[in-house]
């Protein structure tokens, strides 16, 4: 079972969101939360496989208790969505950087809410699929100059090809597709370019292709 934490200070949206969750077979809603620092102690005591988190709440926001889940080892596994209205929210980068996997919209289709819990669990989701590519624009956009490309000199010319493709939004099954290789194969290369380099997930993944100067603004292709 994949054990879900709501935190959302709308009791509505939770409410829905449980419905739509707890009628899966394999997700369960384990708590909710109604504000940061409510979400903090819950994510503490249940250790839940996902956190939707929204990202304005009182008490504490949802950036902030990010940072806390995802500073504390205990919560190594846990991994943190962000919930916004706004399909751009200014606090979505600053999330990313903090260690969230990946933000939805609140008004996002029910399958695929259920496909990014999914897919999250398996360590292969950024982002909503139908606004991925318009953050890691506006990412770049706002991002510093590249830094040296140092830090990744410890890949493979293929992991950094494949971090490339990363950076410019696409799955592993359109890295596969592109590289002419199997998803599986793809998704090895991800996975070691996130070790070696220290990446949380891909989320974290495509702001050091960007940042190190591997992937520029304009190569969205």
Request: charged share 30%; proline share 3%.
């Amino acid at each position: 079972m994949i054990r879900v934490l709501l935190a959302d200070d709308q009791l509505l949206v939770r409410a829905g969101f449980r419905a739509l969750l707890d009628a899966q077979g394999d997700i369960e809603v384990v708590g909710e939360a109604a504000d940061g620092r409510e979400a903090l102690g819950l994510v503490r005591e249940l250790r839940p496989d996902v956190v939707l988190m929204d990202i304005r709440m009182p008490r504490l926001d949802g950036l902030a208790a990010t940072r806390e889940i995802t500073s504390e080892q205990a919560l190594a596994t846990v991994k943190v969505v962000m919930l916004t209205t706004f399909e751009l929210d200014e606090y979505v980068f600053e999330a990313i950087r903090a260690g969230a996997c990946g933000f939805l919209v609140k008004d996002t289709e029910p399958d695929e809410l259920l496909r990014a819990v999914r897919a999250v669990v398996d360590g292969d989701a950024l982002l909503s699929p139908g606004v991925t590519r318009r953050l890691i624009a506006e990412f770049a956009a706002r991002s510093k100059e590249p830094a040296a490309d140092g830090a990744l000199a410890e890949l493979t010319e293929r992991e950094r090809e494949v971090m490339a493709l990363v950076g410019i939004g696409l799955s592993n099954d359109e890295i596969a597709r592109r590289l002419v290789v199997s998803p599986l194969t793809a998704k090895t290369h991800v996975s070691r370019a996130m070790v070696k380099l220290g990446a949380r997930d891909r989320a974290q993944l495509v702001i050091l292709a960007y940042e190190s100067g591997l992937v520029r603004p304009g190569w969205l292709g």
